[in-house]
């Protein structure tokens, strides 16, 4: 069984800071993969920022700048640091991970329960 739990979501004001974590735990072998996606309401689920374990980051144009995602890999968690907030990054923010879980030879994909991040004065 894995787990992904997040923290650190929140009411900020725009223009402020918000840092997420996401703590995966469980039989995990590796992963491959963590990341974070948004869902605002009444839209599809959309990606922020992705970082595979060799580094590479993927990120959506509407964050470039403003949002940073980094990885501990010690601890098996992942964050993403969001700075310069604006009231349309209001959404509810899942974090995301690509595993292999002990004991087996496949990728298994995994999400959060997700965080309420609101952006308004």
């Not at 601890?75 to 974090?95: F, R």
Request: net charge positive; hydrophobic share 35%.
């Amino acid at each position: 069984q894995v787990q992904l739990v997040e923290s650190g979501g929140g009411l900020v004001q725009p223009g402020g800071s918000l840092r997420l974590s996401c703590a995966a735990s469980g039989r995990i072998l590796s992963i491959n993969l963590m990341g974070w996606y948004r869902q605002a309401p009444g839209m599809q689920r959309e990606l922020v920022a992705t970082l595979t374990s060799g580094g590479s980051t993927n990120s959506a144009d509407s964050v470039k700048g403003r949002f940073t995602i980094s990885r501990d890999n010690a601890k098996n968690t992942v964050y993403l640091e969001m700075n310069s907030l604006k009231p349309e990054d209001t959404a509810v923010y899942y974090c995301h991970a690509v595993i292999r879980r002990i004991g087996t030879f496949t990728l298994g994909l995994y999400w959060g329960q997700g965080t309420q991040v609101t952006v308004s004065s």
